[in-house]
């Protein structure tokens, strides 16, 4: 099967080219055309996503990105299966413009266009291995379900029981921030630019290289609350207040303060993917990670230690280059779509941007 995938949920621009042989259960995913427009710098200055700016930047920067996998493949409009595109969740206008521009191609040649749920995309970006030898057995890994799903974004934060491709079920989700958007409120009162997740994350890292304690206590939310659900507002306040207990900014608070955050954040993480999996005990082989949080080296090491007291579950994390946005992870979730439902490829149904899609709806 080969598919063009296009992703504009939020505030990356990206257009992949893949085939995929085999079927659900051991796909073989070759990656013939990958790119990608961040428009991170941009938005740098609001310290988030300004979706009208994200939209004039998809306009300008899809028909770029289109040129570049056609230069390498001048016959793509005859040799694909089918277009994917994201459909939601993500901010609208940012979701209908990439909509637009794969329904004009589906119509100019004459092919499917298949709406992906970018969630998905987040789970089945685990079936491909981009640094493996293509040859070798252990190429692109094996997904074995049902699995429990760890989604962990800048606007998702949720454990999903992956039943089967096609049927999911919500076990705890966040009840205000998502852990991501946590990550960078936090980076943004520590004065450091969006997004600010990767630089808690390094200094959090050199906190604890430099063999300190964590010196400042922050609250772990919801711990006790008995249920598998997620809140990251109250933490991000806790940081607000105790900054300003200690004044002016420096290097050292900044360290501290970003240790003490991410061993809160990562703690309620790794507690509630630990009672989700000792709920659904037997049930689940597999226990995924992924969202652009996956790439939190401390969240990813403590998850290993997870794995390791389950003796029949593994966990399977996306290769680094899928762990933010792209359009390799939307071909792969179109993949499973229509591996599912081949009829979806007779729909006539026209594509809608549903912002708040969940991953449990129909589509
Ligand atoms: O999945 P993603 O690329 O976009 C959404 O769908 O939201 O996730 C982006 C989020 C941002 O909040 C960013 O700060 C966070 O992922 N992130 C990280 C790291 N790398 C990216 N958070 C913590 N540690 C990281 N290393
Ligand atoms: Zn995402």
């Known amino acids: 099967m080969r598919i063009l995938a296009i992703e504009t949920s939020c505030d990356e621009t990206a257009i992949a080219l893949l085939e ?3 079927g659900l259960e051991k796909p073989e995913i070759k990656v013939l055309g990958n790119t990608l427009l961040s428009q991170m710098h941009l938005h740098e200055k609001y310290g988030g996503v300004f979706p009208t ?5 998809h306009q300008k920067n899809l028909p770029v990105l ?3 996998i056609t230069k390498d493949h001048p016959q793509i409009a005859s040799e694909i299966d089918f277009i994917a595109v994201t459909s939601g969740p993500g901010l609208e206008p940012a979701l209908w413009t990439g909509i637009a521009f794969a329904e004009d191609l589906g119509k100019r040649w004459s092919k499917p266009v298949v709406p992906v749920n970018h969630m998905k995309g987040h789970i089945y970006s685990v079936l491909y291995k981009l640094e493996s030898n293509p040859k070798s057995e252990a190429s692109n890994p094996k997904l074995e379900l049902p699995a429990l799903a760890l989604l962990v974004s800048g606007g998702h934060t949720e454990l999903v029981h992956v039943k089967d491709f096609g049927n999911y079920e919500i076990m705890g989700r966040t009840r205000d921030d998502a852990v991501g958007e946590a990550f960078d409120k936090t980076a943004r ?3 450091l630019p969006y997004p600010g ?3 808690i994350s390094a200094l959090a890292e050199s906190s604890r290289q430099k063999g300190k ?3 400042i206590k922050l609250p772990r939310p919801m711990f006790h609350s008995g249920d598998l659900d997620f809140s990251f507002s109250g933490l991000k306040t806790a940081v607000l207040y105790r900054l300003k207990e200690n004044g002016e900014l420096n290097d050292e608070i900044r360290e501290d303060m970003a240790r003490a955050f991410e061993d809160s954040a990562v703690e309620v993480l790794v507690e509630k993917t630990r009672r989700a999996l000792l709920s659904l005990g037997d049930e689940v082989k ?3 990670v992924a969202g652009g949080v996956s790439a939190n080296t401390h969240l990813v090491r403590e998850l290993r230690k997870l794995e390791s ?3 029949n579950i593994k966990l399977l994390i996306p290769t680094k280059l899928l762990t933010t946005d792209n359009a390799i992870m939307i071909g792969i979730a179109g993949f499973v779509e229509v591996e599912k439902n081949p009829r979806i490829l007779e729909s006539k149904k026209a594509i809608e941007a549903d912002g708040n899609l969940s991953i449990s709806s129909t589509q």
């Open 213 to 215: 304690e964590d010196k």
């Open 20 to 22: 995929i042989t085999g």
């Open 197 to 199: 997740g990767p630089r």
């Open 286 to 288: 597999t226990f995924i």
């Open 309 to 311: 007291e389950f003796s």
């Open 66 to 68: 289109l040129e570049e």
């Open 189 to 191: 009162m520590l004065g």
């Open 53 to 57: 700016l994200a939209k004039r930047e």
